[in-house]
């Protein structure tokens, strides 16, 4: 039995969203879940987080941030409804192939 080698280079898309890309304000008045929301979409609408970047772990972003994993979840969600990420169970969160036509103010109103 003779094994062939396989040559294929396999491209992973980036990991993304570490806590070092995100500034938390805890005596802010804008609650927590919203900065966070409002800085990962940034990211994504400037190219920052390409499509198919991986983000980190709901678990990871919420110790490293020290917020409840659960505020990361609901953070994930809220860009998975505005079309920023897909998530499966899993598989982790990724950013959308195709991030919603929204800019600017009016992504943020959406917040």
Do not use: C, K
Request: charged letters at 25%; proline letters at 7%.
């Amino acid at each position: 039995m003779s094994m062939e080698r396989n040559d294929h280079t396999v491209t992973n898309p980036p990991t993304a969203a570490s806590a070092g890309d995100l500034d938390v304000e805890r005596d802010s008045d804008v609650p927590i879940s919203t900065q966070i929301f409002w800085q990962l979409a940034y990211q994504i609408d400037s190219g920052r987080l390409l499509p198919g970047a991986r983000l980190a772990p709901v678990r990871e972003l919420g110790a490293a941030l020290r917020v409840n994993p659960n505020t990361i979840r609901a953070v994930y969600r809220r860009l998975a409804d505005a079309g920023y990420v897909t998530s499966r169970h899993g598989a982790g969160t990724h950013v959308a192939d195709r991030p919603p036509e929204r800019r600017g103010a009016e992504a943020l109103a959406l917040a």
